[in-house]
């Protein structure tokens, strides 16, 4: 019965996600599906990449907390990437903007809304760490902050096609929510197009789940 | 008081995998480097052509191989955006990206050809940089 209320809480969340993880842009002409679902919302990000620097595609946010919804376009811009042998860090910058929408039940009327944010990794085939900040305006509905960090390690290094695991932390920090850090051990597993994320919010006991497809 | 602990025991812990696995990628490397010489790659030219089914098909066909070092290949995302871009050119006969020797594996079509500067504009449409081609005999690790 535990298994399978903690197999329906990751469905749900997979349904409803936040900021973009795991390589938010793609190769030329690339198509990228996003699910993300953390203790305070859920978003699904599909997006396209017209050049190796920049992607662009639709987002729908579900605030769980705040109870509405954003619809918008998120554009994301690769500013920088540092190769090694063995290692690739990145810098992006991310935006959005569209309409915030009352969800369950919430009367406030609709409202044009925005953010905009950073990310940073830092990666080897073993090791990772990143940091991730945004801030979202969304008049009535609300102002918020968050900013996250994360670190990781992958006990065994597989080759290309490999089922390949991590294990990370992820530190978030979220200055208008009554706990406002929260730590999050999770598991990445990685396999060929598909990238998926479980993890579990000690704080606030709530599940978090992501993936990516790629294609 | 509560989350603080949490948020320090899981830091401890997440530290010492970290320090523990730092220890051992340093080990596996050490091993790697003795292991090259009979492994597949060149003792000092870097990497050869890692040969899949499809590779040996290709080169049965007489095609060119072609073996380039990519910077920043560290995960499947990197070798999916390699094969995505590469394997449209119909140039290409068979391609593997080999995450262990850091290498972009080509084998072209018989009677093709793709210059060191068409290799590299690819690998940068799929966000990547080459550091170094080596063709032919090199790319098979039989050059004198």
């Given at each position: 019965m535990t298994a399978m209320r903690t197999a329906l809480l990751l469905t749900l969340g997979c349904l409803i996600s936040i900021v973009t993880l795991a390589r938010p842009v793609s190769y030329t002409g690339g198509w990228t599906v996003i699910g993300e679902s953390d203790r305070q919302s859920s978003a699904v990000l599909v997006h396209h990449t017209p050049a190796h620097q920049w992607s662009a595609g639709p987002r729908i946010e579900v605030n769980r907390d705040d109870d509405f919804a954003l619809y918008s376009v998120q554009p994301t811009w690769l500013a920088k990437r540092w190769f090694g042998a063995d290692y690739q860090g990145n810098l992006y910058f991310f935006g959005g903007a569209g309409i915030a929408s009352g969800t369950n039940g919430n009367p406030l009327d609709d409202r044009i809304a925005g953010y905009g944010g950073v990310m940073a990794d830092w990666e080897t085939r073993s090791r990772f760490a990143s940091y991730r900040a945004r801030y979202l305006g969304a008049s009535h509905f609300g102002e918020q902050f968050m900013q996250a960090a994360r670190v990781g390690f992958a006990p065994y290094e597989g080759d290309t096609g490999d089922l390949h695991t991590w294990l990370m932390l992820e530190i978030d920090h979220r200055p208008s929510d009554s706990d406002s850090v929260s730590a999050t051990p999770l598991v990445r597993f990685f396999k060929g197009p598909l990238l998926v994320e479980a993890g579990y919010n000690l704080t606030v006991n709530q599940p978090l789940f992501n993936f990516t497809y790629r294609f | 008081m509560n989350l603080l602990i949490k948020t320090i025991v899981m830091t401890t812990a997440l530290c010492s995998c970290l320090l523990s696995t730092a220890q051992e990628h340093h080990d596996h490397e050490e091993a790697n480097s003795s292991y090259a010489s009979h492994s597949g790659h060149g003792a000092s030219d870097g990497p050869v052509l890692t040969r899949t089914e499809d590779i040996e098909s290709a080169l049965a066909?007489?095609?060119?191989?072609?073996?380039?070092?990519?910077?920043?290949?560290?995960?499947?995302?990197?070798?999916?955006?390699?094969?995505?871009?590469?394997?449209?050119?119909?140039?290409?006969?068979?391609?593997?990206?080999?995450?262990?020797?850091?290498?972009?594996?080509?084998?072209?079509?018989?009677?093709?050809?793709?210059?060191?500067?068409?290799?590299?504009?690819?690998?940068?449409?799929?966000?990547?940089?080459?550091?170094?081609v080596r063709r032919g005999d090199a790319a098979l690790g039989s050059a004198s």
């Amino acid at each position: 019965m535990t298994a399978m209320r903690t197999a329906l809480l990751l469905t749900l969340g997979c349904l409803i996600s936040i900021v973009t993880l795991a390589r938010p842009v793609s190769y030329t002409g690339g198509w990228t599906v996003i699910g993300e679902s953390d203790r305070q919302s859920s978003a699904v990000l599909v997006h396209h990449t017209p050049a190796h620097q920049w992607s662009a595609g639709p987002r729908i946010e579900v605030n769980r907390d705040d109870d509405f919804a954003l619809y918008s376009v998120q554009p994301t811009w690769l500013a920088k990437r540092w190769f090694g042998a063995d290692y690739q860090g990145n810098l992006y910058f991310f935006g959005g903007a569209g309409i915030a929408s009352g969800t369950n039940g919430n009367p406030l009327d609709d409202r044009i809304a925005g953010y905009g944010g950073v990310m940073a990794d830092w990666e080897t085939r073993s090791r990772f760490a990143s940091y991730r900040a945004r801030y979202l305006g969304a008049s009535h509905f609300g102002e918020q902050f968050m900013q996250a960090a994360r670190v990781g390690f992958a006990p065994y290094e597989g080759d290309t096609g490999d089922l390949h695991t991590w294990l990370m932390l992820e530190i978030d920090h979220r200055p208008s929510d009554s706990d406002s850090v929260s730590a999050t051990p999770l598991v990445r597993f990685f396999k060929g197009p598909l990238l998926v994320e479980a993890g579990y919010n000690l704080t606030v006991n709530q599940p978090l789940f992501n993936f990516t497809y790629r294609f | 008081m509560n989350l603080l602990i949490k948020t320090i025991v899981m830091t401890t812990a997440l530290c010492s995998c970290l320090l523990s696995t730092a220890q051992e990628h340093h080990d596996h490397e050490e091993a790697n480097s003795s292991y090259a010489s009979h492994s597949g790659h060149g003792a000092s030219d870097g990497p050869v052509l890692t040969r899949t089914e499809d590779i040996e098909s290709a080169l049965a066909d007489g095609g060119e191989p072609i073996v380039a070092d990519v910077l920043g290949v560290v995960c499947d995302f990197c070798a999916l955006a390699m094969n995505k871009i590469f394997s449209k050119r119909e140039e290409v006969a068979a391609i593997y990206v080999d995450l262990d020797t850091k290498a972009l594996n080509l084998v072209l079509a018989p009677g093709a050809s793709m210059s060191d500067q068409t290799i590299a504009d690819l690998a940068v449409e799929a966000g990547y940089r080459i550091a170094e081609v080596r063709r032919g005999d090199a790319a098979l690790g039989s050059a004198s």
